[in-house]
């Protein structure tokens, strides 16, 4: 019963909240969800930490904004077809951190259907040799990162004028992974997500995030 209210709070909002034991590795919380999907550069489980942005690279979020606020964005927004799930689960907890959501149907909604057809983008950085042309939305999947992918014509310039303001006028949740085992799982074609200022207090903050292609519940 548990797991049908949980999906269908899932397909309802986009998201949802839920608490994990923390003797239980992400593993093997993660395995109850779906099957992870693994990111070929990445670790299974990665481990989120706030980081100063002049020690890191630019093709990482911390690498461009550091501690400041992170954009409102898609997980690998640059791949033709993004993981469908994003996983995160706090293991320390920042005080005054939080996660931000957008709705991408209250982005779409007074922007014509006509122009997200139009629009073509391109990843800011070549993917295996090639350069794969990706529309903003594309059947299930809305996807969202100003900074990874770029306008390839005019349309596109002009539909990324109008995301950025229907972004900074849209209403968004701010949730605290505040508490050891606390866990968030968002629909990544659907929900965007930011995270607020790392304060000095909160440079302990560590969350580890998995990706699911599908989920169980």
């Given at each position: ?114 122009i ?33 992918i770029?306008?390839?014509?005019s ?44 304060s ?5 903050r ?12």
């Open positions: 019963m548990r797991d049908l209210v949980l999906g269908k709070e899932l397909r309802e909002k986009g998201y949802m909240s839920f608490s994990s034991d923390t003797a239980v590795s992400m593993i093997e919380v993660a395995q109850k969800i779906g099957k992870i999907f693994r990111v070929p550069t990445m670790p299974l489980v990665q481990t989120l930490t706030p980081r100063q942005k002049e020690n890191e690279l630019k093709n990482t979020y911390s690498g461009n904004f550091g501690l400041d606020d992170f954009p409102f964005h898609t997980d690998l927004a640059h791949w033709y077809v993004p993981p469908r799930y994003l996983f995160l689960r706090c293991i320390v907890p920042g005080p005054d951190v939080a996660t931000k959501l957008i709705d991408s149907r209250d982005i779409c909604g007074d922007i014509d259907a006509d997200f057809s139009r629009s073509h983008f391109k990843p800011r950085k070549r993917l295996d040799k090639a350069a794969n042309l990706l529309k903003v939305k594309q059947g299930e999947i809305f996807r969202w990162d100003s900074i990874f770029e306008p390839a014509n349309n596109a310039e002009m539909l990324k004028l109008k995301i950025q303001d229907a972004i900074s006028n849209a209403k968004y949740i701010s949730l605290n992974l505040d508490r050891s085992g606390q866990c968030l799982l968002i629909d990544n074609w659907r929900i965007l997500h930011g995270r607020s200022a790392v000095k207090k909160s440079m302990g560590r969350i580890e995030r998995v990706y699911f292609d599908e989920v169980m519940i």
